[in-house]
């Protein structure tokens, strides 16, 4: 899904704004001025078109998830766990070492 200014695809292919899209697990919605983005593993993201994201999993993947989320164990010690397991002590150390080209 890459999503710019007002524009959403999905594999290359434009979805019409405003126009709710599901295929293969995955679906887009449109909530208000927000565009939101749902897959049937869990995971919802949604922005607001120019600088706010949300990022919402469901309670089956507590302590699955892993990157700029966290590991969703409700354990502060374990937040900026860095690609490699070590834990970052700042966070930009820790945002900066999931960047990708």
């Known amino acids: 899904v890459v999503a710019e200014g007002q524009?959403?695809?999905?594999?290359?292919a434009a979805v019409p704004q405003g126009r709710p899209y599901l295929h293969k697990g995955l679906g887009v919605t449109w909530p208000g001025d927000?565009?939101?983005v749902a897959s049937s593993l869990g995971v919802r993201v949604a922005w607001d078109r120019h600088l706010?994201?949300?990022?919402?999993?469901?309670?089956?993947?507590r302590g699955g998830?892993?990157?700029?989320?966290?590991t969703y164990?409700?354990?502060p010690a374990d937040d900026f766990?860095?690609?490699d397991g070590d834990?970052?002590?700042?966070?930009?150390?820790?945002?900066?070492?999931w960047k990708v080209p």
């Open 34 to 36: 927000w565009v939101a």
């Open 73 to 75: 164990t409700d354990d």
């Open 87 to 97: 834990i970052a002590a700042f966070a930009t150390t820790f945002g900066s070492a």
């Open 7 to 12: 524009n959403v695809s999905v594999n290359g």
């Open 52 to 61: 706010a994201v949300t990022v919402t999993v469901e309670p089956e993947l």
């Open 65 to 70: 998830t892993w990157g700029l989320c966290g």
């Open 81 to 83: 766990v860095l690609p």
